[in-house]
């Protein structure tokens, strides 16, 4: 029956793109409710095969694709002579033998954040009308600051002839509720947002992001005890915005690169309707050179400024940027190298920090073998500020670290923190400081 | 952690009475004009009479969330004062704060009668305040033309529809907590004839002296006064309330006299 692989066992050294194969029938089987026109894409790929290299490959590829599609639990390939009346002496036959996911699929797990660990529950109906499309609802309780509920309805077009781009539609409604203890007060933020998403290829391949928000942002306070600054801003407000965001992403590893370049920058405009009025944009980037003996020299920087439009009457406190911090300014407590109100750190309308990094292996790594290919060792030296471009109220601190890396997303970071350069007013760490994240500077 | 924050606030206290009231006080409450509803404009005619009584400079704010920004209080939480580094909300605890640093009037009464007007005080703010919550959120009409819109008038549709929603579950719990919720609009106006009476028959203790003890005014005087001019001339679309007042003249020209003369005369 499945004669080319056995040949292939016995003579190892034939080449197989030689061997000419083409795929007379695909086909899939173990839709369920799943309509056929959402799979057609994946035997596209599998006629153009004209040797039986070429075949594998593809096969693979169909495998994936249906995979990505997020219908199947898992996918078998099953690659056979093809039989009947009408078979050529070189015609085979696939079929793709996949697995549909259940009607429900419920998941528990723990998520990490900008700082801090969420325990998170999901339960999701995927493929609710038979060509992908999905609705999931999402509970997630951090440690420390963000609570989030949420219900999401998404549907990819990756059956489409836009499959390279990847387009993807999301609708959601959201409850989100955000503690800013340094501050004293929290935000609940209650509303809907729908996002498009798709990747440009040409010239260089970038991931954009296009988002409506409409929510209700209501403030309220933490304590008894708080300066009026802070005060001013309670009760709910409706705020209205478009966000762009916008990612092109080169580099070989997202927690550890060697070497690439990465730039994200979001942008936000808030005024649509609504009685919260502002534009904010945010830029982070990094980039990593790799030196001799595993050693690699990485740049993080980030921007963020919010300005008042012609209808702002007064900016959001929760929309303002936080000063300091395990993931930013390394030395400082979250925070606690930003404006100050009455002893309480508040936010900043414009901030930017900047993050110098020598990273390498750690030492004797060939004694732990694979396990220290989590590890990197750091020296660092970060500063920043804010309000001001300037470097005269910049704030800068140095150390020395370890990094640990976290399922290929997060990091871990364990750092010794000298403080260089701080004011009376700040909260500087002089000593060790533990962050934990996706994105540090 | 918890004594100690009991400790703290029995420093502030202890700071409270050893600070004067300060030149740049403020009193926060709604926008009069478009927006205040007719038991917060009475709390807030209560405190303005009784920090005037006092003689204590005040500079009055108007902002759209100063119910979100107060402390928080029994029932209306509103008005709130910030006085230097304090916020204080509702008219009791005002009153007791301006009594701590002892700027306040009516220290002349003796204890009994001190605890007296403390009685009559509280019954008229627990009275008029409930009857004033009641004829907003319980009678439709009322609701539906005035307090709605007006509640609703500083946020954005559909914000609106939910504060309005919100705040009118608020208030009828708060009338189930003291038991009005299930009580008609003449049970209503009968408590409110009946506090009417009482407080005549208080007045009419001293005929010969404007206020209600003897010649000075105390915190009964402003709580009345607030109360009972802001049910005269608030117009709702059911005037039921400010009917049973108007039935009091001796109450209407206690009014009119604290009016002309803590009010009209600083215009």
């Known amino acids: 029956m499945p004669r080319p692989t056995r040949t292939v066992k016995e003579q190892a050294k034939v080449d197989l793109s030689k061997i000419p194969a083409h795929v007379e029938r695909v086909n899939v089987s173990g839709l369920l409710r799943t309509h056929n026109d959402y799979v057609m894409k994946a035997a596209e790929g599998l006629f153009k095969a004209r040797n039986f290299q070429d075949l594998m490959i593809e096969s693979m590829n169909a495998k994936s694709y249906l995979h990505e599609l997020g219908i199947f639990k898992d996918v078998q390939v099953r690659v056979d002579v093809?039989?009947?009346?009408?078979?050529?002496?070189?015609?085979?036959?696939?079929?793709?033998?996949?697995?549909?996911?259940?009607?429900?699929?419920?998941?528990?797990?723990?998520?990490?954040?900008?700082?801090?660990?969420?325990l998170r529950t999901e339960l999701s109906i995927p493929n609710l009308f038979g060509r992908g499309e999905s609705v999931s609802l999402q509970g997630s309780y951090a440690t420390t600051r963000a609570n989030e509920l949420q219900l999401r309805f998404w549907k990819s077009f990756f059956h489409t002839r836009f499959v390279e781009n990847r387009p993807e539609?999301?609708?959601?409604?959201?409850?989100?509720?955000?503690?800013?203890?340094?501050?004293?007060?929290?935000?609940?933020?209650?509303?809907?947002?729908?996002?498009?998403?798709?990747?440009?290829?040409?010239?260089?391949?970038?991931?954009?992001?296009?988002?409506?928000?409409?929510?209700?942002r209501e403030t309220s306070l933490l304590a008894k005890q708080v300066p009026f600054a802070i005060r001013e801003h309670c009760g709910p407000k409706l705020a209205s915005l478009v966000r762009y965001s916008v990612i092109y992403d080169q580099r070989d590893n997202p927690v550890f690169p060697t070497q690439g370049l990465m730039l994200k920058s979001v942008n936000e405009y808030c005024g649509l309707g609504g009685n919260v009025a502002y534009m904010s944009s945010t830029t982070h980037g990094e980039i990593s050179v790799p030196l001799i003996a595993g050693l690699v020299a990485q740049v993080c920087g980030r921007i963020g400024v919010i300005k008042e439009t012609k209808n702002t009457t007064v900016l959001p406190i929760s929309s303002l940027f936080y000063c300091g911090g395990p993931l930013t300014l390394r030395g400082f407590k979250y925070g606690g190298a930003g404006p100050v109100v009455d002893g309480t750190s508040i936010g900043a309308q414009t901030h930017w920090c900047t993050g110098l990094h020598l990273w390498g292996p750690l030492p004797f790594n060939h004694v732990f073998k694979g396990l220290a290919n989590n590890f990197r060792t750091h020296l660092f030296y970060n500063c920043g500020g804010f309000n001001s471009f300037s470097a005269e109220n910049m704030r800068s601190a140095f150390g020395v670290g370890l990094a640990f890396k976290l399922a290929e997303r997060a990091r871990i970071e364990m750092?010794?923190?000298i403080p260089v350069r701080k004011y009376a007013s700040d909260k500087p760490v002089n000593g060790f400081q533990f962050g934990i994240g996706y994105e540090f500077v | 952690?918890?004594?100690?924050?009991?400790?703290?606030?029995?420093?502030?206290?202890?700071?409270?009475?050893?600070?004067?009231?300060?030149?740049?006080?403020?009193?926060?409450?709604?926008?009069?004009?478009?927006?205040?509803?007719?038991?917060?404009?009475?709390?807030?005619?209560?405190?303005?009479?009784?920090?005037?009584?006092?003689?204590?400079?005040?500079?009055?704010?108007s902002c759209a969330n100063a119910e979100y920004m107060s402390p928080g209080g029994r029932m209306t939480k509103l008005p709130f004062i910030?006085?230097?580094?304090?916020?204080?909300?509702?008219?009791?605890?005002?009153?007791?704060?301006?009594?701590?640093?002892?700027?306040?009037?009516?220290?002349?009464?003796?204890?009994?009668?001190?605890?007296?007007?403390?009685?009559?005080?509280?019954?008229?703010?627990?009275?008029?305040?409930?009857?004033?919550?009641?004829?907003?959120?319980?009678?439709?009409?009322?609701?539906e033309k005035v307090t709605a819109p007006r509640n609703g008038c500083v946020f954005p549709w559909p914000l609106n529809l939910i504060q309005n929603y919100s705040k009118r579950?608020?208030?009828?719990?708060?009338?189930?907590?003291?038991?009005?919720?299930?009580?008609?609009?003449?049970?209503?106006?009968?408590?409110?004839?009946?506090?009417?009476?009482?407080?005549?028959?208080?007045?009419e203790e001293s005929p010969d002296?404007?206020?209600?003890?003897?010649?000075?005014?105390?915190?009964?005087?402003?709580?009345?006064?607030g109360h009972l001019f802001a049910i005269i001339t608030t117009d709702l679309p059911n005037m039921a309330l400010a009917q049973t007042v108007r039935k009091f003249k001796r109450l209407v020209e206690f009014c009119q006299f604290i009016d002309g003369k803590y009010f009209q005369m600083s215009k």
């Not at chain 1, 429900?104 to 969420?118: C, D, I, K, P, R």
């Not at chain 1, 509720?177 to 004293?184: A, H, K, L, N, Q």
């Not at chain 2, 008219?91 to 204890?111: R, T």
């Not at chain 2, 003890?213 to 006064?225: G, K, N, T, V």
């Open chain 2, 169 to 203: 579950r608020n208030t009828l719990r708060l009338l189930k907590v003291y038991q009005w919720n299930d009580m008609t609009i003449e049970d209503v106006i009968e408590k409110v004839e009946k506090c009417c009476e009482t407080l005549t028959l208080k007045l």
């Open chain 1, 169 to 216: 539609v999301s609708l959601s409604l959201f409850r989100h509720v955000d503690r800013m203890d340094i501050s004293s007060f929290q935000n609940a933020n209650l509303g809907f947002l729908t996002d498009f998403s798709i990747n440009s290829l040409y010239p260089f391949e970038l991931t954009h992001s296009i988002q409506y928000e409409a929510s209700i």
């Open chain 2, 82 to 143: 910030r006085a230097g580094a304090f916020i204080v909300a509702e008219f009791e605890p005002i009153v007791n704060f301006i009594e701590h640093k002892g700027s306040a009037i009516g220290q002349w009464l003796d204890d009994d009668n001190k605890a007296d007007m403390r009685t009559y005080v509280s019954l008229a703010e627990n009275i008029f305040t409930m009857a004033e919550l009641y004829i907003s959120f319980v009678n439709k009409t009322v609701y």
């Open chain 2, 209 to 225: 002296t404007p206020f209600f003890y003897s010649d000075q005014p105390c915190e009964l005087d402003a709580i009345a006064f």
């Open chain 2, 1 to 61: 952690m918890q004594s100690s924050q009991y400790l703290s606030q029995l420093n502030a206290f202890e700071k409270m009475s050893d600070e004067p009231w300060p030149e740049d006080a403020v009193l926060y409450q709604p926008y009069e004009a478009e927006q205040i509803l007719l038991p917060e404009h009475a709390s807030c005619l209560a405190v303005k009479a009784y920090l005037k009584m006092c003689q204590l400079p005040f500079e009055v704010r």
């Open chain 1, 415 to 417: 750092n010794y923190c």
């Open chain 1, 82 to 118: 093809s039989k009947g009346e009408n078979a050529s002496p070189n015609g085979y036959e696939i079929t793709l033998k996949g697995q549909e996911l259940s009607r429900l699929v419920g998941s528990v797990g723990t998520e990490v954040g900008q700082n801090e660990g969420s």
